[in-house]
């Protein structure tokens, strides 16, 4: 039964991206404060408007200089909207990644659970039939396909994380 996902990663492979994404984490943690939530809601947009709107307020800081108050520093206006404008693109491009791996992870998943449905209504009509073994295969697979997931099962393993939404 082939479906939309046939490729199949080896560890090798599995490895190396883990390695690659180990370093782009130690990477970026250099310089990535990370925000608590109470100050995640507190922050300004960071849409296009409040870009163009900083980007201008740059130009012309930049131009009339005599119109800064003497705390401001210019210098830390401009690496902070160039960090923006570097990790907004850093962002969208993991952003497009996280989009891929989530796609994939959905799509085998359900793939995979396809599969597994039809291995287990095999092993009922076999059961069925009475072939030997089939009949505890079934009730073993019938046991975990119709349990009641307890709130501590539910939270064992936890759903991808959803792409942050484009602007």
Known sequence: MAGRVTYAMSDEEITGLRQDLNAFDQK????APELPDSERRGVYSTGNRSRIFVDQTLE?????P???????SFEEFKND???ANN?????????TILKKLVDTYM????ESFAAARSYYHSVQAAAKEGKPGAAAVAAELDKLLNSKRTKSEKTEEPAPPAAPASE
């Open 66 to 72: 005599h119109f800064c108050s003497s705390y401001f």
């Open 87 to 95: 990790c907004r693109e850093l962002a969208k491009h993991v952003e």
């Open 81 to 83: 909207f160039d960090m």
């Open 107 to 110: 799509a085998a998943g359900t």
């Open 28 to 31: 970026v943690s250099l310089f």
């Open 60 to 64: 012309f800081a930049e131009k009339f």
